[in-house]
């Protein structure tokens, strides 16, 4: 059992979703954000940091004597280009730095979907390790933190493990999210296996549940030690009734990174 974990962008969807689902008696969770984040409940054992991660002072302090490192933190869509480069690009590296330089060796990147997101379904099952194909500025920063978990790991001998997370909700919200839905139990299963596989090196995973309708490999992610126990079939019927399937030929159907890869998410225009 990981003793204490620092989870940046700890306010956010995922990391929410995590907080409660991650906690165990032994374990403390160092929670960072530059978001407020809720108060520790009765009994809750966890630490809250107010911080950007783009802050190296703050990030360094967060990062001692911490066992490893879930990295949530930076935008969660497309933004501006300076705004990506500065809090996804730079942040991802001021995490990694602190990390190494407190002697952390185990570090969980959340990668995304978006890092492929040009990949067409068409092509069949996306692999692991797909080559990347981003849909959007926020895509090419999930490709820049791939690339530097996997220098720091080459570099440094860290374990550094890059998670493309489909969509991990609640609950699917929509037809496209029926195939890349991560049930947060499931997530939780996941990033457990992240934390306790042994010298796993750098990889690459994808983060999804074991839907029916799944795009994405399990492969690597279960010689991990991840089993999925969820599958989004069961919310089929609700979600097809209340958003319909959008048409065969609109970006939402045709790419992994659905309406990602439509003009409006091009913040360049
Ligand atoms: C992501 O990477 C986003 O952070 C999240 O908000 C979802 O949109 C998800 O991808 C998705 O593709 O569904």
Redesign the pocket.
Known sequence: MTARILITGAAG?VGTLMRTRLAAPDRTLRLLDIAPLPPAAEGERVELITASVTDEAAMEAACEGVDAVIHLGGH??ERPWAEILDVNINGTHVVLEAARRAGISRVVLAS???AVGYYERASGEAGDYLFPKPDTY?GVS?VALEALGSLYASRYGMDVIAIR???CFEKPRDA??LS?WLSPDDGARLFEACLSTPSPGFRIIWGVSDNKRRWFSLAEAEALGYKSEDDSEVFAAEVLAATGEPPADSPARVYL??V?CSPEFDTAV
């Open positions: 969807i969660s869509l995304s979907n978006h926020y999930k997370i489909g969509s496209r999210m890349t990174g659905g990602w």
